[in-house]
């Protein structure tokens, strides 16, 4: 069922880093759009970060720009998301997902694919809190 596993999360101190990661054993890992999405109490599931099959297309949600960075290595079948300067609002669920490149063909269409309910590979998620 689940083809993504995330982790890498815990607990942080504001101002703190930490490497997110998220291995997919169970897909052609290069063949797929990926993308974090994080999920706080209360708050809709928003994407974080997404990259393309090759890492040549990437995004940033403005919050956490200059901050996080994106990354993926297909030869090692893992996605990264490294986090830098942790803020308390950063606290939540991190997720990663992914779309195939035959249904996705570029990181706005999968990202709108992912905002379907239900729709793409996804893992079960690795909390991150940040504390003041």
């Known amino acids: 069922q689940e083809h993504l596993l995330e982790s890498g999360g815990g607990l942080f101190q504001a101002g703190g880093s930490l490497r997110l990661s998220c291995t997919a054993p169970?897909?052609?890992?290069?063949?797929?759009?990926l993308a974090w999405f994080r999920q706080a109490p209360g708050k809709e599931r928003e994407a974080v970060s997404c990259?393309?099959?090759?890492?040549?297309?990437?995004n940033y949600r403005n919050s956490v720009k200059g901050r996080f960075t994106i990354s993926r290595d297909n030869a090692k079948n893992t996605l990264y998301l490294q986090m830098n300067d942790l803020k308390p609002e950063d606290t939540a669920m991190y997720y990663c997902?992914?779309?195939?490149?035959?249904?996705?063909?570029?990181?706005?269409?999968?990202?709108?694919?992912?905002?379907?309910?239900?729709?793409?590979?996804w893992g079960q998620g690795t909390q991150v809190t940040v504390s003041s």
């Open positions: 997902a992914a779309v195939n490149k035959a249904i996705a063909m570029n990181i706005r269409q999968a990202l709108g694919l992912l905002g379907r309910t239900g729709f793409g590979d």
């Open positions: 990259i393309s099959l090759g890492g040549g297309t990437i």
């Open positions: 169970g897909l052609n890992f290069d063949a797929y759009h």
